[in-house]
């Protein structure tokens, strides 16, 4: 008996002496991660934990843990008073390296999770299906192994890291195309495409020659401006759009060719995840002066030709399509029989042929509405009714109509815009939409070059020449931060939120480009793909929503580059709880201003820029070595 307790006794101090060491080579651990997160190594980027602390959250794997099965309910909120300082976490947990490219909203193995029932043929499975607050990520997206800081633009234009995405298999599938060739540690793109074997620079001048524009300049001497590139491949066409003073929205799903909007946004062009499926695009009506498909593999017959309506909401008066397939010039019997039923569905939405050669056909879209209101009774496709908003299109579904132009816009007989650049800082027709005066126009675009002035001011020589060229304005208004980056080499994604004015088409009326999206999700794009953010009171819209600010960080983290920066403009005690979680993210704080000094109007607000390190697991981090 005597024995047995000694034993017991025994057994209970080896226990706990066993626990005790291993709490102190737990903290042992901890701390020397914490070193190592403070340290600058040879790679010039931080080392954070090591693979056992890799791991997406309990919540997004829609695992039973208590602690994060509603995260919505325990989420920090702005401005929760000195209580809230007991949970600001020291770090974040690591997402797992086979989520370095995770897109919470177009994520494939949420879509098996949650059992979707989704239309494949209607392309449903490409679309937005975001995750439950219960099983978003918690975790930060890490960077593939090898990860550097990617090529600078012009540069970057012909050439990446392939370390930063590697992904060889389109160079391979489409060798004889040129879109990419492997060359050594760099991925080349020589400018090509499926219809464009000898380079996307002479396709787009072959297409300006059928169109009679002045030189064989697409631009058309600034009158097209903005253009919508579907099926974009690797982007090449819109990549070499940029030096005749084009922009294009360059748009493709994450299809079996996943990676191609990844490889556009390495490279510095304009692009975004989307798909013409049964949602209209997040874009604003009359928003291109082009739009264009090259061997883009959509059976635009489909549902009445339902997704070729949703280009014409979008064209401008008199706009045009480019389409470059086989159907244009009609190979065999199956090709003829397509190209029958396009050309007699484009003619009842009154389109014309504006040029066709060779492989390639444009179209053009009315001026007015004399056209539609002179077809017979019970044509197809019809018109839209009165009441359909052609600018609404979060969540829209797509119609199967055509949309007329407002009475002021047919009586205008065009876009009534003027030629680019001066479209940027002419107050543009559709102000009016909003009741909006000239002078408040030119008033804003005035107060945002000085405020941008002040920005770079504040952070100095910590941002160097051809360090940002991914912007994106969280909360663009009418556009007028983007417009005062005019004289910088960078391209901005100009983000109008959901549930505000839906100013996003006076953004596309001065010819720069941008998308409608809610903030309480995340955005449609790959991790690391834009150098700078700009958020101005986007914290606070979110909060009054009762949206977690702490998944907006997260997401933040998410959408920026390692080295990127944030400009964060808004309320003191917005900065006060985003400055709790720089440590967490590997944030640096650049500086801190009262945002007072730029205008009367900006008493209240204070500005924040931060910089994101760059850090790497365990696994990248030797593999940089």
Not at 41 to 49: I, K, P, Q
Not at 274 to 298: D, M, N, Q, W
Request: glycine letters at 6%; a negative charge.
């Amino acid at each position: 008996m005597s024995r047995g307790r000694s034993d017991g006794s025994q057994k209970k101090r080896v226990i706990a002496y066993a626990c005790g060491v291993a709490i102190f080579i737990g903290f042992l651990y901890v701390y020397q991660g914490s070193i190592f997160g403070s340290q600058n190594v040879s790679s010039s980027a931080l080392e954070y934990g090591s693979k056992s602390l890799k791991r997406l959250g309990a919540s997004y794997l829609g695992t039973d843990d208590a602690s994060d099965s509603k995260q919505e309910d325990s989420s920090p909120r702005i401005g929760q008073g000195d209580a809230e300082d007991d949970i600001v976490p020291k770090s974040f947990p690591v997402c797992d390296d086979s989520h370095s490219e995770l897109i919470p909203c177009l994520d494939r193995h949420l879509i098996y999770q949650l059992r979707l029932k989704l239309d494949l043929s209607l392309m449903e499975h490409y679309e937005r299906h975001c995750p439950p607050p219960e099983r978003r990520f918690n975790c930060l997206i890490p960077p593939p192994a090898g990860y550097k800081i990617p090529i600078k633009w012009p540069q970057s234009r012909d050439e990446v890291w392939k370390a930063n995405i590697p992904h060889t298999h389109l160079a391979h599938e489409k060798s004889d195309q040129n879109w990419m060739i492997v060359k050594g540690e760099k991925i080349v793109f020589p400018g090509g495409g499926t219809h464009f074997h000898h380079g996307a620079d002479k396709y787009i001048a072959s297409i300006a020659k059928m169109l009679n524009f002045s030189q064989n300049i697409l631009n058309n001497e600034g009158r097209l401006r903005t253009v919508l590139d579907v099926g974009c491949g690797v982007a090449s066409f819109g990549a070499y759009l940029l030096s005749s003073d084009i922009i294009a929205m360059s748009l493709a799903p994450n299809d079996v060719h996943q990676n191609q909007i990844q490889f556009a946004l390495e490279r510095g062009i304009p692009a975004y995840l989307g798909v013409l499926g049964t949602k209209r695009l997040p874009y604003p009506s009359r928003s291109f002066e082009l739009a264009h498909c090259s061997r883009c593999r959509i059976d635009w017959l489909q549902r009445d030709g339902i997704l070729l309506l949703e280009l014409d909401r979008l064209l401008r008066p008199g706009g045009y399509f480019a389409y470059s397939s086989p159907e244009a010039y009609a190979q065999d019997e199956e090709d003829r029989r397509i190209w029958r039923e396009m050309s007699a569905l484009v003619g009842r939405m009154c389109w014309r042929i504006a040029a066709k050669r060779d492989q390639t056909v444009i179209w053009q879209k009315p001026l007015t509405n004399e056209c539609y209101m002179e077809r017979e009774p019970g044509t197809r496709p019809p018109l839209c009714q009165s009441d359909d908003d052609p600018d609404a299109v979060w969540g829209v579904n797509m119609e199967a109509c055509i949309t007329p132009y407002s009475d002021r816009d047919n009586k205008a007989g065009g876009s009534g815009l003027v030629p680019w650049p001066m479209r940027l800082t002419t107050p543009p027709p559709r102000l009016a939409d909003f009741g909006y005066s000239n002078e408040m126009f030119e008033k804003d675009t005035e107060l945002w070059q000085g405020r941008v002035e002040n920005y770079w001011n504040l952070v100095g020589p910590k941002m160097t020449p051809k360090m940002v060229r991914n912007v994106m304005d969280m909360n663009a208004n009418m556009g007028s931060f983007a417009a005062a980056l005019r004289s910088k080499d960078v391209w901005v994604m100009n983000v109008v939120p959901r549930d505000g004015p839906n100013t996003l088409k006076l953004i596309y009326d001065r010819g720069l480009i941008g998308s409608i999206h809610d903030w309480c999700e995340a955005y449609s794009t790959y991790p690391r793909t834009y150098d700078l953010l700009h958020a101005w009171n986007v914290f606070s819209d979110i909060d009054k929503k009762g949206c977690s600010p702490v998944d907006l960080l997260i997401e933040m983290d998410r959408l920026l580059r390692p080295t990127g920066f944030i400009f964060i403009r808004d309320k003191q005690v917005v900065i006060d709880f985003v400055k709790k979680y720089l440590t967490a993210l590997h944030w640096e704080e650049v500086a801190t201003a009262d945002a007072g000094s730029d205008s009367d109007q900006d008493a209240n607000e204070v500005i924040l820029i931060v910089q994101k390190k760059l850090w790497l697991t365990s696994e990248s981090f030797r593999n940089t070595e």
